[in-house]
């Protein structure tokens, strides 16, 4: 019987020892094939990065397109306002000096009734005339940074919309 019974442990030893290396071999298998799927993953998820920041990348450079074509117009308009102002400002010569001796017509109490004199800037002193037209350009490129500012922050609200 001692033989049977050595025979029949020999036995269990040997299936036992083949069960754990079917689960070790199992298991390995199993880790190699998780970690194909993270590597898979991590592969895509690289890809889908990496096109993102190229989408991103384009759209800079759209907007940095923009904003330059906007720049380049606001310098434009500003010569064109610069040039406006310096031949108002040329015009103005052969307007008369405020005398000296003249009163100040802020201080005259106002007269009711109609005028007889239109207000058109007409009468208006060389210095008080060249002071308004430098106001009114100053005015002119204040409103041309506007605008530049205006379109620049337009093209970057259609772009985060996506709607470039």
Known sequence: MSVRIVAVILAIVAMLAGGWKCYVVGRSDGRAEVAQMWDQERAKTAKAHADEQARARAREQTLQRQADQDRQEKHREIARLTRQRDAALDSLRQRPDRPADAPSQAAAPA????????????QLYRPDAAFLVGEAARADLIRA????????????ERALNGDQ
Do not use: I, M, N, V
């Open 145 to 156: 940074e506007l605008a530049q500012c205006q379109a620049q922050y337009k093209a970057a």
């Open 111 to 122: 007269q009711p009734g109609p005028s007889s004199q239109g207000c058109t800037g007409s």
